[in-house]
């Protein structure tokens, strides 16, 4: 394949769809041919790659054949119905939705944690939530040196989470906020603007969210260890990109915050944030358009022995979705 690959994008037209595109470009993927495919209102339209016009294909009315890799974020359903399409007929698909992420035949990969997971596949590989990919890219080097015994994860995620619509929403609200008029809410049960939700996905019988058990969920299988305890409260903020989490980790051994701060210095995907003398911590409008993961406010927690609390930043849109799907896509080839 020293010519490139064919490569399709699912699900082009949206949020993170943009993104791949971008991304793909930024770092040079070797595409010999790419496809942009996503629903039929969204089909005849156009997107740039590298100075080229590429044309929107209707998903459900065209032929998968010839490609290579497929980079789908489309939505659980869609993929569900799609990825075995395309995998049956040779390509490698790399799935942004939760359709596959806790299937037993299917890895979940995050390639600075578990790169080896990805030659497991049988066509189908599962890119992890965004809040859950920040979160092990930041703990699984501390994880590796001292062993987490337990986590309690608060998030505060971004809008563009939900994707372009509620983009628009948290602008048109604080418009209509600051102008006195009324606030129409369609993407969530409340107003967003100047107010926080504690609620990202369903509510299950438990009480917790669906969003929480994945990050839990999902966290142990990219890290491979069930013993891991945690628990986790998601929380919706009006903030257009970047998700942030608060972090306590009880781990099994003792370590200095000098010790962290050394190891996540040298982690790979990681950048340290951590002067608050000097008002240095990871914010999100810093992280946006950024492919790191930032960690800051690294300090022990005095409640409680082997306890330290941490801050992680990530641009969800990037990290959290296109960015590691496309870094997946590298381990393949």
């Keep these: 394949m020293s010519n490139g690959y064919s490569v399709a994008v699912v699900g082009a037209t949206g949020a993170v769809g943009e993104e791949m595109f971008k991304i793909l470009d930024e770092r040079n993927f070797p595409v010999k041919n790419l496809k942009a495919f996503a629903s039929e209102r969204?089909?005849?339209?156009?997107?740039?790659?590298?100075g080229e016009?590429?044309?929107?294909?209707?998903?459900?009315?065209?032929?998968?054949?010839?490609?290579?890799?497929?980079?789908?974020?489309?939505?659980?359903?869609?993929?569900?119905?799609?990825?075995?399409?395309f995998a049956s007929k040779g390509a490698v698909v790399v799935d942004n939705s939760s359709a596959f992420r806790m299937d037993d035949n299917v890895p979940l990969v995050v390639p600075e944690v578990n790169?080896?997971?990805?030659?497991?596949?049988?066509?189908?590989i599962a890119n992890p939530n965004c809040s859950t990919i920040q979160l092990v890219v930041a703990i699984n080097p501390i994880h590796r040196k001292v062993r987490i015994k337990r986590m309690i994860i608060s998030t505060f995620q971004s809008v563009s989470g939900t994707g372009?619509?509620?983009?628009?929403?948290?602008?048109?609200?604080?418009?209509?906020?600051?102008?006195?008029?009324?606030?129409?809410?369609e993407v969530y049960p409340h107003q967003i603007a100047f107010n926080l939700l504690p609620h990202i996905g369903s509510f299950l019988p438990s009480g917790y969210t669906e969003e929480e058990v994945k990050l839990v969920n999902e966290t142990?299988?990219?890290?491979?260890?069930?013993?891991?305890?945690?628990?986790?409260?998601?929380?919706r903020?009006?903030?257009?990109?970047?998700?942030?989490?608060?972090?306590t980790l009880e781990t099994k051994a003792s370590i200095s915050v000098d010790e962290v701060r050394q190891i996540l210095m040298s982690a790979p995907g990681v950048v340290v944030e951590d002067e608050p003398g000097n008002s240095i911590y990871p914010l999100p409008i810093s992280a946006a358009g950024r492919d790191e993961v930032f960690v800051g406010r690294i300090r022990m927690d005095e409640s409680a022995p082997n306890s330290l609390n941490m801050w992680v930043v990530s641009d969800n849109l990037r990290k959290g979705a296109a960015l590691n799907a496309i870094q997946i896509a590298e381990l393949l080839i």
Excluded at 42 to 50: D, L, R, W, Y
Excluded at 54 to 70: P, R
Excluded at 115 to 124: L, V
Excluded at 222 to 229: A, K, Q, T, V
């Design 115 to 124: 790169p080896h997971a990805a030659k497991k596949h049988r066509g189908i």
């Design 53 to 85: 016009k590429i044309k929107v294909e209707n998903l459900a009315a065209s032929s998968f054949k010839n490609i290579d890799i497929a980079l789908f974020s489309a939505g659980a359903s869609v993929s569900k119905e799609f990825s075995p399409q």
């Design 42 to 50: 969204s089909e005849g339209k156009i997107v740039q790659f590298q």
């Design 164 to 185: 372009r619509e509620a983009i628009l929403e948290l602008k048109e609200q604080t418009e209509d906020y600051l102008r006195g008029n009324k606030i129409k809410k």
């Design 237 to 247: 903020v009006p903030v257009f990109i970047s998700h942030s989490e608060a972090i």
């Design 220 to 235: 142990r299988k990219i890290m491979e260890d069930n013993s891991i305890n945690a628990t986790s409260t998601c929380v």
